[in-house]
């Protein structure tokens, strides 16, 4: 596959909304986001806007969303990053002990899947978490819903690591999520 890895532009937001809403089609959705496909189809153009901007090189630098954007212009993958500092707002899970990143939102279409863009996401998405100068990440983490073996798998054969931290997904006090880390490398 000929894709290219790279960060959304803030005039993409069109496109953005239609992964997501791709992504909350699909059929592992209720273990895999936080959100869901009725609630993300009545946001307005605004909110679809200002995430696009906001994850975009002219962004904030709070977050970063990543697509494998196909020859044709289509998008086959998402992977999004929020930096995460411990002085800053808890936005899921446990508060940063340390500045990390923290990847959400994974999704690659069905027909891409096994192709190698996820790692191909991951990649640009830890290599982007490690650029960062100010601050400086000590930890990319992530969580996975205990139901979900298969990105589970995906997240160990990268590289992550279960930290044995767990927490309530919300509205299902009856589930968990398992936090997922790599490490910043020595020498980095």
Known sequence: MDHVIRTIRAEEWEKSREIRLAALRDPVAHIAFLDTYEAAVERPGSFWRERAEGASESGDGGTRQFVAEA???SWAGTLSVL???PSAEVRFGEVASVDQTH???VYVRPEARGSGLTEELFRAGVEWS???KEPVVRRVRLYVHED???A???YRRFGF???GERVAVPGDTGARELEYEIKR???L
């Open 83 to 85: 930096v995460e500092r």
């Open 185 to 187: 490398p020595a020498g």
């Open 152 to 154: 589970a798998a995906f």
């Open 148 to 150: 979900n073996a298969r």
């Open 130 to 132: 490690w650029s960062l």
């Open 71 to 73: 020859p044709d212009g």
């Open 103 to 105: 990847i959400v939102g």
């Open 161 to 163: 690591v279960a930290t």
